[in-house]
C-alpha cells in the first residue's frame, strides 16, 4: 500500500470515428478512469456507487456528443421544418440505462464496471436520481415522444423548464402523506450542458407606450419593469440505434444582475438582493398539482418565462442561418402541450410584430402556420384561466395582442352568426362573466391550426362538449392523435426476460417495430410458450415483492394475482373505489362466504397533489385498509394490500412488468387517455377497465374476450347526472356494499375513530361527483370473474400474451409517426457521420 500511485493515463480515442468511436469496454474503462481522475477528482480505489455512477455517466454522454453535434449540424447545414415541443414538464426518468440502450453498449458497460470491481450494473443505475420535472402523464408523454421522435430521426427540440425541485417526494407517516422537497440536483447531474452563451431576456410587468417608428407609424412598445435571464441546459435526447440525437432544451432562471446597483447605492441592501431572489424563484420548483389550475401569479411568470425564451431562441436560429423570420412557419413547427404554453401564441404575435417588425396580417399568418395546440383534460378545474387584472400586471402588451386578436375573431364570429351575442359571449378569449379572466384554451384553439385530443374519446368529445362551437366553426382544425409510449423504456429496458423472450421468437427489430408482436398470436395455444411468457411474469415479480418487503416490510407472495392501481391519486381516477371492494373482499374471507380461490396483493402507487384534501385522504384510507388487512391471520395467504410509497418513472420500471391486474377504472368521460393502461398491455398484463380513454381503443385492439370491462359508459354517467343522480339507490340495491360501508363508519379501518373517514364517505353516499356507488356492484361482479380466470393458469397467460402481441399500436413510434404526418408535416433527416473531422466541425 505504499507502492506510488500510478498516473499514467491513456489517450483519447478518436471520438469522431463512428467504428472506433471508443464503445468497447475497454474504451469506456479507459473513459470512467479519466473522469474519475479529472472531472470527480477521485481515485478508483476510493470510488463510491456514485462516483462510478457518474465516472460511466460522463463516459457515456462523452459518447453521444458526436451524434449530438452532428444532428444539430445537420439541421444547420441543410435547412428544414424541426418540431418545437413546448412543455412546461418533462419527465424523463434516469438517463444511463436509456443512454446505454440507445447506443447498444449495455453489455460493454457491464464489463467496464466489473474492472472497478461491481458485479451488477443494476447496483449503479440504482443510484442515479431521477428528475422529477413533471407531474404524471402529461409530462410522461412529453418524455416518450422526445425519444420516439430522435428514434424516427426527426429533428426536434424539446422546450421546457429546469426546475431546481422536482415534483415532492413522498414519504408515507402514520399512513398520510408527507411532502419533501426533491432536491435531485444535489450529487451532480451528468446529463446536462449548460450553454450560458445562448442566455435569452425575458420581461415582465412594467407598461406599454405608443412610439413613431422611422416611417412615422404609430407602434406600441412594451416597457417592462422587471427581468429575468433563461440559461439554457440542453439535455442530450438519442434515438435507439440512430445517429439521430435531439435535444431537450431547459431553461434556467437567473437574475438580470447579481445585484440592482441603484437600490444598493442609496443603502438598500436588502431591496437590492430581493429582485435577484424573485428571478431565480422563477425556475425554482414546479408546481404539484396536475389536473387543477391554481392560477398563481408565480405559475404564469414561469410559463412566459419558458415559452419567450423558448421563441427567441428559435427566431435566433433563423436570424443565424440568414433565413428571414417570415419563414418561421416553413422551419419551426410549435406544439403546445396543454395550454401552459398557450402564451405563445401572443409571445410570437409580440415578437414578430414589435420585435421584427412585421404587419399583422403577415404575422397572423406566420403564427397561425406554426402553432399547434394539444388538449389533455376535460376537467373544468383543469381548464387554465388568468385574472385580466393579474394578466395586465405581468403582461400588459400580450394584453394588447389578444384583445387585437379577440377582436379580430369575435369579427368573423359577427358575420358568420349575425345578432347571436351568446356565441360571441361563449367563445371570447374572454371571460366576462364574474371577476373576468382570459381562458388559455380559447386562446390556443384560435392561434393554432390543429387541435388535437389525446385518445379517440377523449378527441370526440373535445368536439361535442368542450369547444362543440369552434369544431363547427372549423372542423378541420379538430383531430385525434391517441397517445403511446416508447417501447425502449417501457418494455426493453424494464422487462429484460421478456425482451428476450420477444427477441427470440419475433426477432429484435420489435423494438423500432412493435407491430411485429402480433406474430405471437401463433403461439397463444402453445403451452411451453405461455410457460416461457409466464416466468417473465414470474421474475417481475420476485424483484417487485422483494422491494415491497425493503419499502415497506410487507411480505407478499409473488404466485398471488397482483393487482396494481399505480397513477396520481384522484378522485375520477377513483382509487377510492379500488379500496371499497378490496373491504367487501376482505368481509367476504371474514364471513366465510368467499369462495376465495385467487389470493390477490393489492398494490397502490401514486401521489396527491399537497393541498388536495380528498386525494390525501384517500391515501391514508388505503393505509387504513392495509394495517387491517395485512395484520389478520385469517387474511394471510389470500389478501395483502400495499400502498408503494413515492410513485416515480424508477419505481415504474418495476411496477409494469410485475403486474397482472391493472386496474383503469376511471368515471367514464375523466380520463383524457391514460398511458399506464398501454404499459401495463405491453407487459402482459390484462385490464380490468371502465370505456374511458384509451381504453376504449386497447379494448378493441385487444378484442373484448381479453380486457374485463365494467361500469356505466360516458353517455350513462351524463344521462344519470341530468336526472338527478342519487348514489343511494344504488346503495339500497347493494348488501355488499352497505356492509362496507357501515365497516367503515365504526371506525373498523381508523383504530375506532368515526371521524375519520367521513368527509370521503359524505362525499360518496352524498353528491358522489364519480359515481363510484353507480359502478360499485358491477366492479365487484368483474372482480370475481377475474378470479376465476386466475385459477385457469392457461387461460390468463394466453390473454396475457394476446395483450402483449396486441400492444403495438400504443408505441409512442405510431403516435409520433401521426403528428409528422397529419399536423406537423415533418418528415424524417437521417443523420450521417463521417470519420473526417472537418465534415463534423
Ligand atoms: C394527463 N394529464 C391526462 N396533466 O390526465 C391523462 N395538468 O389522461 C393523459 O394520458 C396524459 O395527460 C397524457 O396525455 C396530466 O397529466 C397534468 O399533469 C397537469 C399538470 C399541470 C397542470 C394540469
Same mark, same amino acid.
Given at each position: 500500500?505504499?507502492?506510488?500511485?500510478?498516473?499514467?493515463?491513456?489517450?483519447?480515442?478518436?471520438?469522431?470515428?463512428?467504428?472506433?468511436?471508443?464503445?468497447?469496454?475497454?474504451?469506456?474503462?479507459?473513459?470512467?478512469?479519466?473522469?474519475?481522475?479529472?472531472?470527480?477528482?477521485?481515485?478508483?480505489?476510493?470510488?463510491?456507487?456514485?462516483?462510478?455512477?457518474?465516472?460511466?455517466?460522463?463516459?457515456?454522454?462523452?459518447?453521444?456528443?458526436?451524434?449530438?453535434?452532428?444532428?444539430?449540424?445537420?439541421?444547420?447545414?441543410?435547412?428544414?421544418?424541426?418540431?418545437?415541443?413546448?412543455?412546461?414538464?418533462?419527465?424523463?426518468?434516469?438517463?444511463?440505462?436509456?443512454?446505454?440502450?440507445?447506443?447498444?453498449?449495455?453489455?460493454?458497460?457491464?464489463?467496464?464496471?466489473?474492472?472497478?470491481?461491481?458485479?451488477?450494473?443494476?447496483?449503479?443505475?440504482?443510484?442515479?436520481?431521477?428528475?422529477?420535472?413533471?407531474?404524471?402523464?402529461?409530462?410522461?408523454?412529453?418524455?416518450?415522444?422526445?425519444?420516439?421522435?430522435?428514434?424516427?430521426?426527426?429533428?426536434?427540440?424539446?422546450?421546457?423548464?429546469?426546475?431546481?425541485?422536482?415534483?415532492?417526494?413522498?414519504?408515507?407517516?402514520?399512513?398520510?402523506?408527507?411532502?419533501?422537497?426533491?432536491?435531485?440536483?444535489?450529487?451532480?447531474?451528468?446529463?446536462?450542458?449548460?450553454?450560458?452563451?445562448?442566455?435569452?431576456?425575458?420581461?415582465?410587468?412594467?407598461?406599454?407606450?405608443?412610439?413613431?417608428?422611422?416611417?412615422?407609424?404609430?407602434?406600441?412598445?412594451?416597457?417592462?419593469?422587471?427581468?429575468?435571464?433563461?440559461?439554457?441546459?440542453?439535455?442530450?435526447?438519442?434515438?435507439?440505434?440512430?445517429?439521430?440525437?435531439?435535444?431537450?432544451?431547459?431553461?434556467?432562471?437567473?437574475?438580470?444582475?447579481?445585484?440592482?446597483?441603484?437600490?444598493?447605492?442609496?443603502? %438598500?441592501? @436588502?431591496?437590492?438582493?430581493?429582485? #435577484?431572489?424573485?428571478?431565480? /424563484?422563477? +425556475?425554482? &420548483?414546479? !408546481?404539484? *398539482?396536475?389536473?387543477?389550475?391554481?392560477?398563481?401569479?408565480?405559475?404564469?411568470?414561469?410559463?412566459?418565462?419558458?415559452?419567450?425564451?423558448?421563441?427567441?431562441?428559435?427566431?435566433?436560429?433563423?436570424?443565424?442561418?440568414?433565413?428571414?423570420?417570415?419563414?418561421?412557419?416553413?422551419?419551426?413547427?410549435?406544439?403546445?402541450?396543454?395550454?401552459?404554453?398557450?402564451?405563445?401564441?401572443?409571445?410570437?404575435?409580440?415578437?414578430?410584430? %414589435?420585435? @421584427?417588425?412585421?404587419?399583422?396580417? #403577415?404575422?397572423?399568418?406566420? /403564427?397561425? +402556420?406554426? &402553432?399547434? !395546440?394539444? *388538449?389533455?383534460?376535460?376537467?373544468?378545474?383543469?381548464?387554465?384561466?388568468?385574472?385580466?387584472?393579474?394578466?395586465?400586471?405581468?403582461?400588459?402588451?400580450?394584453?394588447?395582442?389578444?384583445?387585437?386578436?379577440?377582436?379580430?375573431?369575435?369579427?368573423?364570429?359577427?358575420?358568420?352568426?349575425?345578432?347571436?351575442?351568446?356565441?360571441?359571449?361563449?367563445?371570447?378569449?374572454?371571460?366576462?362573466?364574474?371577476?373576468?379572466?382570459?381562458?388559455?384554451?380559447?386562446?390556443?384553439?384560435?392561434?393554432?391550426?390543429?387541435?388535437?385530443?389525446?385518445?379517440?374519446?377523449?378527441?370526440?368529445?373535445?368536439?361535442?362538449?368542450?369547444?362543440?362551437?369552434?369544431?363547427?366553426?372549423?372542423?378541420?382544425?379538430?383531430?385525434?392523435?391517441?397517445?403511446?409510449?416508447?417501447?425502449?423504456?417501457?418494455?426493453?429496458?424494464?422487462?429484460?426476460?421478456?425482451?428476450?423472450?420477444?427477441?427470440?421468437?419475433?426477432?429484435?427489430?420489435?423494438?423500432?417495430?412493435?407491430?411485429?408482436?402480433?406474430?405471437?398470436?401463433?403461439?397463444?395455444?402453445?403451452?411451453?410458450?405461455?410457460?416461457?411468457?409466464?416466468?417473465?411474469?414470474?421474475?417481475?415479480?420476485?424483484?417487485?415483492?422483494?422491494?415491497?418487503?425493503?419499502?415497506?416490510?410487507?411480505?407478499?407472495?409473488?404466485?398471488?394475482?397482483?393487482?396494481?392501481?399505480?397513477?396520481?391519486?384522484?378522485?375520477?381516477?377513483?382509487?377510492?373505489?379500488?379500496?371499497?371492494?378490496?373491504?367487501?373482499?376482505?368481509?367476504?374471507?371474514?364471513?366465510?362466504?368467499?369462495?376465495?380461490?385467487?389470493?390477490?396483493?393489492?398494490?397502490?402507487?401514486?401521489?396527491?397533489?399537497?393541498?388536495?384534501?380528498?386525494?390525501?385522504?384517500?391515501?391514508?384510507?388505503?393505509?387504513?385498509?392495509?394495517?387491517?388487512?395485512?395484520?389478520?391471520?385469517?387474511?394471510?395467504?389470500?389478501?395483502?394490500?400495499?400502498?408503494?410509497?413515492?410513485?416515480?418513472?424508477?419505481?415504474?420500471?418495476?411496477?409494469?412488468?410485475?403486474?397482472?391486474?391493472?386496474?383503469?377504472?376511471?368515471?367514464?368521460?375523466?380520463?383524457?387517455?391514460?398511458?399506464?393502461?398501454?404499459?401495463?398491455?405491453?407487459?402482459?398484463?390484462?385490464?380490468?377497465?371502465?370505456?374511458?380513454?384509451?381504453?376504449?381503443?386497447?379494448?378493441?385492439?385487444?378484442?373484448?374476450?381479453?380486457?374485463?370491462?365494467?361500469?356505466?359508459?360516458?353517455?350513462?354517467?351524463?344521462?344519470?347526472?341530468?336526472?338527478?343522480?342519487?348514489?343511494?339507490?344504488?346503495?339500497?340495491?347493494?348488501?355488499?356494499?352497505?356492509?362496507?360501508?357501515?365497516?367503515?363508519?365504526?371506525?373498523?379501518?381508523?383504530?375506532?375513530?368515526?371521524?375519520?373517514?367521513?368527509?370521503?364517505?359524505?362525499?360518496?353516499?352524498?353528491?358522489?361527483?364519480?359515481?363510484?356507488?353507480?359502478?360499485?356492484?358491477?366492479?365487484?361482479?368483474?372482480?370475481?370473474?377475474?378470479?376465476?380466470?386466475?385459477?385457469?393458469?392457461?387461460?390468463?397467460?394466453?390473454?396475457?400474451?394476446?395483450?402483449?402481441?396486441?400492444?403495438?399500436?400504443?408505441?409512442?413510434?405510431?403516435?409520433?409517426?401521426?403528428?409528422?404526418?397529419?399536423?406537423?408535416?415533418?418528415?424524417?433527416?437521417?443523420?450521417?457521420?463521417?470519420?473526417?473531422?472537418?465534415?463534423?466541425?
Amino acid at each position: 500500500s505504499n507502492e506510488p500511485f500510478d498516473l499514467r493515463l491513456p489517450t483519447p480515442g478518436c471520438y469522431l470515428d463512428p467504428e472506433k468511436a471508443g464503445m468497447d469496454s475497454d474504451a469506456l474503462f479507459k473513459g470512467m478512469t479519466e473522469h474519475l481522475f479529472f472531472t470527480l477528482g477521485k481515485l478508483a480505489t476510493s470510488a463510491s456507487p456514485h462516483d462510478l455512477y457518474m465516472a460511466l455517466s460522463y463516459a457515456v454522454k462523452d459518447r453521444l456528443m458526436t451524434r449530438y453535434l452532428a444532428s444539430q449540424e445537420v439541421i444547420r447545414k441543410k435547412p428544414q421544418k424541426t418540431v418545437a415541443y413546448l412543455s412546461a414538464e418533462f419527465l424523463i426518468g434516469p438517463q444511463l440505462s436509456n443512454n446505454l440502450l440507445n447506443l447498444g453498449i449495455t453489455k460493454e458497460a457491464e464489463d467496464a464496471l466489473k474492472r472497478f470491481g461491481i458485479e451488477s450494473l443494476s447496483t449503479i443505475l440504482e443510484v442515479e436520481e431521477e428528475p422529477g420535472l413533471g407531474n404524471g402523464g402529461l409530462g410522461r408523454l412529453a418524455a416518450c415522444y422526445m425519444e420516439s421522435l430522435a428514434s424516427l430521426q426527426v429533428p426536434a427540440v424539446g422546450y421546457g423548464i429546469r426546475y431546481e425541485f422536482g415534483i415532492f417526494n413522498q414519504l408515507i407517516r402514520d399512513g398520510w402523506q408527507v411532502e419533501v422537497t426533491d432536491k435531485w440536483l444535489k450529487g451532480g447531474w451528468p446529463w446536462e450542458l449548460p450553454q450560458p452563451d445562448e442566455s435569452c431576456f425575458v420581461g415582465f410587468g412594467g407598461r406599454t407606450e405608443s412610439y413613431r417608428d422611422d416611417k412615422g407609424k404609430y407602434r406600441s412598445r412594451w416597457v417592462p419593469s422587471e427581468h429575468a435571464i433563461g440559461v439554457p441546459h440542453d439535455v442530450p435526447v438519442l434515438g435507439y440505434r440512430v445517429n439521430t440525437c435531439d435535444r431537450l432544451r431547459l431553461w434556467r432562471a437567473d437574475a438580470t444582475e447579481s445585484f440592482d446597483f441603484y437600490a444598493f447605492n442609496i443603502g %438598500d441592501y @436588502y431591496g437590492a438582493v430581493e429582485e #435577484k431572489v424573485a428571478s431565480e /424563484t422563477l +425556475s425554482k &420548483v414546479l !408546481y404539484p *398539482n396536475d389536473g387543477t389550475d391554481e392560477g398563481r401569479r408565480l405559475r404564469l411568470k414561469q410559463q412566459h418565462f419558458f415559452v419567450s425564451c423558448s421563441l427567441q431562441d428559435m427566431l435566433r436560429s433563423l436570424e443565424k442561418r440568414s433565413i428571414p423570420v417570415t419563414e418561421f412557419a416553413n422551419h419551426w413547427t410549435v406544439q403546445l402541450n396543454d395550454t401552459h404554453p398557450a402564451i405563445a401564441v401572443a409571445e410570437l404575435m409580440r415578437l414578430l410584430i %414589435d420585435q @421584427y417588425q412585421i404587419g399583422w396580417d #403577415k404575422a397572423w399568418n406566420i /403564427t397561425t +402556420s406554426s &402553432v399547434a !395546440y394539444t *388538449n389533455h383534460t376535460l376537467l373544468p378545474e383543469a381548464l387554465e384561466k388568468w385574472d385580466l387584472s393579474l394578466f395586465s400586471d405581468l403582461l400588459p402588451r400580450h394584453l394588447e395582442i389578444i384583445y387585437e386578436i379577440n377582436w379580430r375573431f369575435l369579427q368573423q364570429l359577427r358575420l358568420r352568426y349575425p345578432g347571436d351575442d351568446k356565441i360571441l359571449q361563449k367563445l371570447s378569449i374572454i371571460d366576462e362573466e364574474g371577476s373576468k379572466s382570459v381562458r388559455m384554451a380559447h386562446l390556443a384553439t384560435i392561434g393554432a391550426h390543429h387541435i388535437n385530443g389525446v385518445a379517440a374519446l377523449h378527441s370526440d368529445l373535445i368536439k361535442r362538449q368542450l369547444l362543440p362551437e369552434f369544431a363547427e366553426l372549423w372542423p378541420e382544425k379538430f383531430t385525434n392523435v391517441t397517445n403511446g409510449v416508447t417501447p425502449r423504456r417501457w418494455v426493453a429496458l424494464a422487462n429484460p426476460s421478456l425482451s428476450n423472450l420477444l427477441e427470440k421468437e419475433v426477432g429484435p427489430d420489435w423494438i423500432t417495430n412493435m407491430e411485429l408482436l402480433k406474430k405471437l398470436e401463433n403461439k397463444k395455444d402453445d403451452a411451453n410458450f405461455l410457460q416461457e411468457f409466464e416466468e417473465t411474469k414470474l421474475r417481475g415479480k420476485r424483484k417487485l415483492a422483494s422491494f415491497i418487503h425493503t419499502k415497506t416490510g410487507i411480505l407478499v407472495d409473488p404466485s398471488s394475482l397482483f393487482d396494481v392501481q399505480v397513477k396520481r391519486i384522484h378522485q375520477y381516477k377513483r382509487q377510492h373505489l379500488n379500496a371499497l371492494q378490496i373491504i367487501a373482499q376482505y368481509l367476504r374471507i371474514k364471513n366465510g362466504t368467499s369462495n376465495y380461490k385467487a389470493p390477490r396483493t393489492v398494490i397502490f402507487g401514486g401521489k396527491a397533489a399537497p393541498g388536495y384534501f380528498m386525494a390525501k385522504l384517500i391515501i391514508r384510507f388505503i393505509n387504513g385498509i392495509a394495517d387491517v388487512v395485512n395484520s389478520d391471520p385469517d387474511m394471510e395467504g389470500l389478501l395483502r394490500v400495499v400502498f408503494l410509497p413515492d410513485y416515480n418513472v424508477k419505481l415504474g420500471e418495476i411496477v409494469y412488468p410485475a403486474t397482472d391486474l391493472s386496474e383503469q377504472i376511471s368515471t367514464a368521460g375523466k380520463e383524457a387517455s391514460g398511458t399506464g393502461n398501454m404499459k401495463f398491455a405491453m407487459n402482459g398484463a390484462l385490464t380490468i377497465g371502465t370505456l374511458d380513454g384509451a381504453n376504449v381503443e386497447l379494448r378493441d385492439l385487444v378484442k373484448k374476450e381479453n380486457f374485463f370491462l365494467f361500469g356505466k359508459t360516458e353517455s350513462e354517467i351524463m344521462h344519470l347526472k341530468n336526472n338527478s343522480y342519487s348514489p343511494k339507490t344504488f346503495i339500497e340495491k347493494c348488501p355488499e356494499l352497505q356492509e362496507v360501508i357501515r365497516l367503515i363508519e365504526i371506525g373498523h379501518f381508523s383504530n375506532g375513530d368515526k371521524e375519520l373517514f367521513k368527509p370521503l364517505l359524505n362525499s360518496l353516499t352524498g353528491n358522489d361527483p364519480f359515481f363510484v356507488m353507480a359502478d360499485f356492484e358491477d366492479y365487484l361482479n368483474k372482480q370475481d370473474e377475474v378470479s376465476n380466470f386466475w385459477n385457469n393458469k392457461k387461460a390468463w397467460n394466453k390473454m396475457a400474451l394476446l395483450n402483449t402481441a396486441r400492444s403495438g399500436y400504443f408505441s409512442s413510434d405510431r403516435s409520433i409517426r401521426e403528428y409528422c404526418e397529419s399536423i406537423w408535416k415533418v418528415s424524417p433527416m437521417p443523420v450521417e457521420i463521417t470519420c473526417d473531422i472537418e465534415e463534423i466541425t
